[in-house]
T-cell receptor, first 119, second 110 residues
Framework: EAGVAQSPRYKIIEKRQSVAFWCNPISGHATLYWYQQILGQGPKLLIQFQNNGVVDDSQLPKDRFSAERLKGVDSTLKIQPAKLEDSAVYLC?????????????????FGPGTRLTVL | SQQGEEDPQALSIQEGENATMNCSYKTSINNLQWYRQNSGRGLVHLILIRSNEREKHSGRLRVTLDTSKKSSSLLITASRAADTASYFCATTSGYSTLTFGKGTMLLVSP
């Protein structure tokens, strides 16, 4: 089974420039997540999609970040304009719903990430 | 904001020794998960423990959960150099939303 694919793997831009990241989740996974991981910290959820609808974008800086998942499959995360503090690894994850005895859980599968450096 | 706090921040041991990492969290949870991250394989799910469970095993991993103390521990027995990685706890309180801690960096020396 193919994993979560992300591109590019690395990106270097100057502040105030724009950048876009692409993610293709595991086939059949309805839920897709974008995380930001700053060096030395754990991943922080930016946005969660269920099919092509947004479930949670409460921590997405909407003045500069946007994301879409138009056909409910792959997704794009954009930053415009970038700031120095946006330097981080951007992780995409996907999950399908599982159930144990009435409990619903989701194991998330992560892509390799895109390492963004803003100069 | 980050829910979990792992302790210690860094841990250095010899191959064959056991490694114990702790995680504390602030609000009530549905489940708690542990993930491993290294440069070779990215972020990988290790184990999930539900809020009504107290202990769980998977191979060389043992996880405990104490909801009264809002804490969890991850024990790796008979560690190997390949276990060198950062380990994160992540909690779920709503539907599938994970909140990660800052992680523990584990170094296992041959």
């Amino acid at each position: 089974e193919a994993g979560v694919a992300q591109s590019p793997r690395y990106k270097i831009i100057e502040k105030r420039q724009s950048v876009a990241f692409w993610c293709n989740p595991i086939s059949g996974h309805a839920t897709l997540y974008w995380y930001q991981q700053i060096l030395g910290q754990g991943p922080k959820l930016l946005i969660q999609f269920q099919n092509n609808g947004v479930v949670d974008d409460s921590q997405l800086p909407k003045d500069r970040f946007s994301a879409e998942r138009l056909k409910g499959v792959d997704s794009t995360l954009k930053i415009q304009p970038a700031k120095l503090e946006d330097s981080a690894v951007y992780l995409c994850a996907s999950s399908s719903e599982g159930e144990w005895g009435g409990w619903t859980y989701n194991e998330q599968f992560f892509g390799p990430g895109t390492r963004l450096t803003v100069l | 904001s980050q829910q979990g706090e792992e302790d210690p921040q860094a841990l250095s041991i010899q191959e064959g020794e056991n490694a114990t990492m702790n995680c504390s969290y602030k609000t009530s949870i549905n489940n708690l998960q542990w993930y491993r991250q290294n440069s070779g394989r990215g972020l990988v799910h290790l184990i999930l423990i539900r809020s009504n469970e107290r202990e769980k095993h998977s191979g060389r991993l043992r996880v405990t959960l104490d909801t009264s103390k809002k804490s969890s521990s991850l024990l790796i027995t008979a560690s190997r150099a390949a276990d060198t990685a950062s380990y994160f706890c992540a909690t779920t309180s709503g539907y599938s939303t994970l909140t990660f801690g800052k992680g523990t960096m584990l170094l296992v020396s041959p």
